[in-house]
């Protein structure tokens, strides 16, 4: 257990981070998903559209230190592939 009072704070700044960085991930894998659904459902046009809106979220969630950058770009280009192919 933490002893020191700087410890202690660490642990409660470590709980709020870990709670907004959670639902930063939550909102960018729902984008995600969106796309992909679209692209399931043969949608081109719905699919362009959701990789539209996914994108700047994607980059947010590196700006906001939740993804790392090759992980994000990597999302995009494969996402992207797969919609330019339906």
């Given at each position: 257990?933490?002893?020191?009072?700087?410890?202690?704070?660490?642990?409660?700044?470590?709980?709020?981070?870990?709670?907004?960085?959670?639902?930063?991930?939550?909102?960018?894998?729902?984008?995600?998903?969106k796309v992909e659904a679209?692209?399931?459902?043969?949608?081109?046009?719905?699919?362009?559209?959701?990789?539209?809106?996914?994108?700047?979220?994607?980059?947010r969630g590196v700006a906001r230190g939740v993804l790392?950058?090759?992980?994000?770009?990597?999302?995009?280009?494969?996402?992207?592939?797969?919609?330019?192919?339906?």
């Open positions: 257990m933490a002893n020191t009072p700087q410890a202690r704070k660490r642990i409660r700044r470590n709980a709020r981070r870990a709670e907004i960085n959670g639902s930063r991930m939550s909102r960018i894998r729902t984008f995600v998903k679209a692209i399931e459902g043969g949608d081109k046009e719905a699919a362009q559209n959701a990789l539209r809106d996914a994108q700047p979220e994607l980059a790392h950058k090759n992980t994000a770009s990597r999302k995009m280009s494969r996402l992207s592939k797969r919609v330019s192919a339906l």
